[in-house]
């Protein structure tokens, strides 16, 4: 995904989204779209717009 995605489509599936190649960094699971990364954070003041680096379907 290399940092770029600003939403996400998951069609339902339950989806774990890391923040750094190879499945590192800091991670969500969600089986949730959303329009807009900026409104998923881990902490005040950072987000998970164009953040993402790889993922997982399961």
Same mark, same amino acid.
């Given at each position: 995904?290399?940092?770029?995605?600003? !939403?996400?489509? =998951?069609?339902?599936? =339950?989806? +774990?989204?890391?923040?750094?190649? #190879?499945?590192?960094g800091l991670h969500f699971t !969600? !089986? $949730? #779209?959303?329009n807009d990364l900026r409104a998923?954070?881990?902490?005040?003041?950072? =987000?998970? #717009?164009?953040?993402? $680096? $790889?993922? +997982? +379907?399961?």
């Open positions: 995904m290399d940092d770029q995605a600003t !939403s996400l489509k =998951n069609y339902g599936y =339950n989806v +774990r989204f890391f923040q750094y190649d #190879d499945y590192l !969600s !089986s $949730s #779209d959303y998923v954070s881990m902490y005040p003041g950072w =987000n998970w #717009d164009d953040d993402i $680096s $790889s993922y +997982r +379907r399961w």
